[in-house]
């Protein structure tokens, strides 16, 4: 199960849509060349009308994954093969999540607003101590956009400065 996103309507979706546009999307190396061509035209159609869930599904559904990736590790390259479901999750679930506070960050700002609230939007087994102290905090929109607009794979959590990468189930919401 996805991410429960608050403020996902119509409004916010259509601010999404704007960032889409922008381009500059993350091209996650998981991607197989299908997938990599297909990447843009899915987010756009899940920020239009689905969700994170959704973006995920396709990813598996089209077949749109790698199988296995390389890796270094001291000094050795290495093939693993690659969790699919998890690595679909993962990268729709992410990068949803990321046009949507893109999006409500823009539509804060138009409605007057300088800032979201951090929140939990996905129980997970065990959540980390530095993701449980920011829930309620309010973290300004500036900073989320300038940081979530990096075309690398930018969490929520490099944006608001937990340690330990994504999967922590953090989102925002308008104050």
């Known amino acids: 199960m996805g991410i429960r996103h608050e403020n996902l309507d119509a409004i916010t979706r259509g601010h999404m849509l704007e960032e889409i546009q922008i381009g500059d999307h993350y091209m996650s ?14 987010m756009q159609e899940a920020a239009q009308h689905h969700n994170d869930d959704w973006l995920a599904q396709q990813l598996i559904n089209r077949n749109l994954l790698r199988s296995e990736e390389s890796y270094t590790r001291d000094g ?3 093939t693993r093969r690659i969790n699919q479901p998890h690595a679909a999750q993962q990268l729709g679930e992410g990068e ?3 046009y949507y506070i893109r999006g409500l960050c823009q539509r804060a700002e138009q409605e007057g607003k300088n800032e979201l609230v951090i929140y939990r939007g996905k129980d997970v087994n065990t959540p980390r101590p530095e993701s449980e102290v920011k829930i309620g905090t309010g973290v300004s929109t500036q900073t989320l956009l300038t940081t979530l607009r990096r075309n690398d ?4 959590e490099d944006a608001i400065g937990v340690p330990g990468g994504p999967n922590s189930g953090l989102t925002c919401r308008l104050p």
């Open 29 to 42: 190396p998981r991607l197989t060349a299908e997938g990599l061509a297909a990447w843009p035209g899915l």
């Open 76 to 78: 050795v390259t290495r």
């Open 96 to 98: 949803f999540n990321r």
């Open 153 to 156: 794979f930018v969490t929520i």
